[in-house]
């Protein structure tokens, strides 16, 4: 490690969670900075602290320090998101179709789940849907059924990254929108 980065780790951590593509498991900040977990859990904290204008001097930042999908990131505040789409996607249409997003619901809130379950669920087949969101790499094959043989698939840390999620635990609950036993097709 370079002379800066034992002076200043706060700048040296900093460095790294602005280049890494996905979050920062805390197993590889301490081998990259060779600091203790409590001494970059405070420093994380500090960080957090700063980019959110409660530290001493410190002004509100347009991004913030998240975690997600069990490790850092820095990520744009939610406040944010609208405009960033805009910029983002100008002159693209690579949104998600409605299919799309029903797919990947059915996955994440009933993983591991197979190809014949979505489809019993959805009422259509969904071989092209799933073959996108794997090629986006939204869901992956995580298992396979022993009774059936069937491959199992679950959401992926990206789906996690783009939810902002730390774990498919956060997701919200459902209850609240779904009928009523009684009213329910039985086996779903």
């Known amino acids: 490690m370079s002379e800066q980065a034992l002076e200043n780790p706060r700048a040296a951590l900093e460095a790294i969670l602005m280049i890494a593509e996905e979050p920062v498991q805390m197993e590889q900040l301490e081998l990259a900075l060779v600091q203790p977990r409590e001494r970059l859990e405070q420093l994380l904290q500090e960080l957090a602290e700063d980019y959110d204008g409660t530290a001493p001097g410190a002004r509100r930042r347009g991004f913030m320090l998240q975690r997600a999908a069990g490790g850092w990131r820095i990520a744009a505040r939610p406040e944010h998101h609208e405009l960033l789409g805009r910029f983002l996607n100008a002159g693209q ?68 990254e783009q939810l902002g999620l730390e774990s498919i635990d956060e997701l919200p609950d459902l209850a609240p929108f779904l009928p009523d036993d009684e009213d329910q097709p039985e086996g779903l």
Do not use: K, N
Request: charged share 20%; net charge positive; glycine share 6%.
């Open 93 to 160: 249409t690579s949104t998600l179709s409605q299919a799309a997003m029903e797919t990947l619901a059915i996955v994440a809130y009933r993983q591991p789940v197979s190809r014949a379950r979505i489809a019993a669920v959805r009422g259509v087949s969904v071989d092209a849907v799933v073959r996108t969101l794997l090629l986006r790499g939204l869901i992956a094959e995580v298992d396979t059924d022993p009774a059936t043989g069937a491959r199992l698939l679950g959401t992926t840390r990206l789906f996690l």
